[in-house]
């Protein structure tokens, strides 16, 4: 997998900003062209690529908690009860 480097990041009110609201932040990131042509794969069939990266890290952050509680993040294969991939080294 290739990695993901963050090249800048800020915080910016959104138009619809009301007082005690959350803000948004935006993130720019360097990709690999593979990693980009994966993700536009995606995103072509599911969302944009905004959508996938907070996808994405909701996944990542659910797996670091749930490991945090000693579970584990895996593939479950429905058909036959049984947990088909162990995702590990997140």
Do not use: W
């Not at 990041?9 to 062209?33: C, E, N, Y």
């Not at 993700?39 to 945090?68: H, M, P, T, W």
């Amino acid at each position: 997998m290739s990695a993901l480097r963050t090249t800048a990041f800020q915080t910016v009110q959104r138009p619809d900003h009301q007082k005690g609201a959350a803000l948004s932040i935006r993130l720019s990131v360097i990709l690999s062209d593979d990693l980009n042509r994966d993700i536009d794969r995606v995103a072509g069939s599911a969302a944009n690529k905004s959508e996938v990266f907070r996808k994405a890290l909701q996944l990542y952050l659910a797996a670091c908690d749930g490991q945090s509680r000693g579970l584990k993040l895996g593939l479950f294969e429905p058909s036959a009860q049984r947990l088909q991939t162990e995702i590990t080294g997140l």
